[in-house]
């Protein structure tokens, strides 16, 4: 048989089946847009009939532009239009908005002022949110006792960050009397749900034995779980314990890594590492350079 023959043979049912699978591509694709609107437009009659959680659903996919064309100016006509029912969790999205400016005019007190409506009912985030707004000082008086009264709130319900702002709290001794074993204890319920400032935290109250006993191991398995989030404190001092030999096998390479890494954030450690990087031969800095690069290009910093 003609090679031609063959192959016409085979490439019919080929182009055959091509087709039906990109005309059943665009059938799916046409169903989830058709199925996508129906919702976004019965999620708006839902909304315009007072409804505060199509409101805010509404909002929110304007806010990401998800589903509608992205919107601030409608994200937060409709985010407002729940809030202003008593939506707790569009109050605190409406809060941070007003915090950060963001689709309003930047204005403390407007944002401290959402905050607590969606902090009295309790929601967790707002309760953290509010505390921090006192601890600064904006929007309403500096005051590290409310400051503290709005983080344990939040930190009895198990939110990381308040876990670890109250902790905080008592490790200066701010609003509270200044208590090391009692920093540890919430640090250490924030650090296990993976916050990675906590983290960073706890390995350095092991690395000095505040609150705790003093344990290089440990602090070097807490720097690690820090390191690994992108927190550039947590690289540094885990390549120092690498480099030393402290808590971790020394390792020059894997000191060269870490300290690297933490020299492209803060100026400090680029001595430390380049102190580190003339013990390796060429060859293997510019391999462990190579490992850095894809490390930044598939490690995103986790943002607490």
Known sequence: MPFSVRFSRWLLPALLIFATTTQM??????????????????LTKQAEAGHASAQFNLGSMYESGRGVPKDDAEA???IRKAAEQGLADAQYNL?????????????????????RKAAEPGLAHAQCSLGSMYAKGAGVPKDDAEAERWFRKAAVQGLP???YNLGSMYAKGA??????A????WIRKSAEQGFA????????MCAKGVGVPKDDAEAGLWYRRAAEQGVADAQYSLGLMYAKGVGVPQDDAEAYFWLNLAATSFESGKADRDTVKDKLTPGKRLQIDGRCRRWVETHPVVQN
């Not at 609003?175 to 090391?180: F, L, S």
């Not at 400032?197 to 350095?204: C, F, M, N, T, V």
């Open 95 to 115: 809060g941070l908005r007003y915090a950060k400016g963001a689709g309003v005019p930047q204005d403390d007190a407007e944002a401290v002022r959402w905050f």
């Open 76 to 78: 937060v006509r409709w």
């Open 161 to 163: 960050s308040a876990q």
């Open 197 to 204: 400032d906590a983290q960073y935290k706890l390995g350095s």
């Open 25 to 42: 591509s665009a059938q799916i694709s046409a169903e989830k847009k058709g199925v996508q609107s129906r919702y976004v437009a019965e």
């Open 175 to 180: 609003g509270v009397p200044k208590d090391d």
């Open 182 to 185: 009692e920093a540890e204890r």
